[in-house]
């Protein structure tokens, strides 16, 4: 069983839709929790950062953390063409004192006009 | 303020030749990850440096490949004798503090072995 679990998709909504995106792992001892976008043939960027359980906010974008279910989700508000991506679930322990990210597979977004 | 930088941005090699995959941190960043991306993949840890010194390597394979992050210059991933299994994207990413939370990628080096 892999450590964080990801539907790789791929995901196909209209322009304005909600999205949700969402990720399940095994290691209870993550405590750091992150969402990447990644376009075609770049490299992956921050989208959301959430430590331990909770909800935060940022503008379009909601990342929801679930410790108890060991469930993470992001969800995408009014989504537009350019949100179209792959958008990775990452977390990590702090293992060491240094952040070593667990990736999930990634799941390919897209939405058309 | 220049982000993180690799190079090259592709790499073709034969089988058996050597790969040389290089990485500019952020400006005043000392701290260095590097993931390989498979092809449908996520990101997988391979190794974390701290200038002139190696972390954590327990995702690097223990033979053909090694990591260096000297005082001066980028960081570098060296794979020998390279196999078509290596193919893959390789990204670094910058960090400005051990345990900071934030990751900043770079490009990435995609590498094709044939």
């Known amino acids: 069983q892999k450590e964080v679990e990801q539907d790789p998709g791929p995901l196909s909504v209209p322009e304005g839709a909600i999205v949700s995106l969402n990720c399940t792992y095994s290691?209870?001892?993550?405590?750091?929790f992150m969402w990447y976008r990644q376009y075609s043939r770049k490299g992956p960027e921050l989208l959301m950062y959430?430590?331990?359980?909770g909800n935060k906010e940022d503008g379009r974008f909601t990342a929801q953390v679930d410790k108890s279910s060991k469930y993470i989700s992001l969800f995408i508000r009014d989504s537009q063409p350019s949100d179209s991506a792959t958008y990775l679930c990452a977390m990590s322990s702090i293992s060491g004192g240094y952040n070593k990210l667990i990736f999930g597979a990634g799941t390919r977004l897209a939405v058309h006009p | 303020n220049a982000g993180v930088m690799q190079n090259p941005r592709h790499l073709v090699r034969r089988r058996g030749q050597e790969a040389r995959l290089r990485c500019s941190p952020m400006?005043?960043?000392?701290?260095v990850y590097w993931y390989r991306q498979l092809p449908e993949e996520g990101l997988k840890f391979m190794v974390y440096l701290q200038k002139e010194n190696i972390i954590d390597e327990s995702g690097m394979p223990k033979e053909r490949f090694s990591a260096e992050f000297p005082k001066e210059g980028p960081s570098i991933l060296r794979i020998q004798q390279v196999v078509r299994g290596d193919s893959a994207a390789y990204f670094c990413?910058?960090?400005?503090?051990?345990?900071?939370?934030?990751?900043?990628f770079g490009p990435g080096t995609r590498l094709t072995v044939t």
């Open positions: 959430t430590y331990s359980s």
């Open positions: 400006k005043g960043h000392s701290h």
């Open positions: 990413a910058s960090s400005p503090a051990r345990g900071a939370y934030e990751q900043y």
């Open positions: 290691n209870s001892a993550f405590q750091y």
